[in-house]
């Protein structure tokens, strides 16, 4: 069998762990748009949080993932029939899809411009991702990591290209 020339791997669960940047940056966000009274997370919402975040296609549905998760979206029928709740969630808070993406990448922005180090910590490479990368790449195998980041943010993380 003749080895591969091209390894494609998504960046946000494969190489690195950002479940923890993942929640804080939604809860950030979440806090911003629908203003709740106490400023601490519900008990438990992030742990019910995690296991959903696959359903996730773009970050500005990580809010809205919160949301539904608050107003009493049983977990099941999210990690089953989110593609089809979105718009109901959307429709019911009156909120527009752009409105959240601000909202994600604006706490990113500013989580990155006031504690960069902190926003860092958040994240984690899995355990021997990264020389194995780098021996592939030893071997000349061209790699192509795909990230729904926006690109600012996947920089900061993986460093310069």
């Not at 109901?88 to 706490?107: F, I, R």
Request: proline share 9%; charged share 25%.
């Amino acid at each position: 069998m003749t080895p591969p020339t091209l390894l494609a791997l998504d960046f946000d669960g494969v190489v690195c762990d950002g479940l923890l940047e993942y929640f804080q940056t939604a809860w950030k966000a979440y806090r911003e748009v629908f203003e709740p009274a106490s400023p601490e997370p519900p008990a438990r919402l992030a742990e019910r949080f995690y296991p959903l975040r696959p359903v996730v296609e773009s970050g500005w549905e990580m809010p809205l993932v919160l949301y539904g998760l608050t107003v009493g979206v049983p977990d099941e029928d999210i990690l089953m029939d989110w593609p089809n709740l979105v718009p109901k969630l959307l429709a019911q808070t009156g909120l527009e899809s752009a409105t959240l993406a601000q909202a994600v990448d604006g706490v990113r922005d500013r989580w990155i411009q006031t504690d960069v180090d902190d926003w860092l910590s958040y994240h984690r490479f899995y355990p021997g991702v990264l020389p194995r990368l780098q021996q592939a790449m030893d071997e000349g195998v061209e790699l192509i990591i795909i990230s729904t980041k926006e690109g600012r943010f996947y920089s900061r993380i993986a460093g310069p290209a």
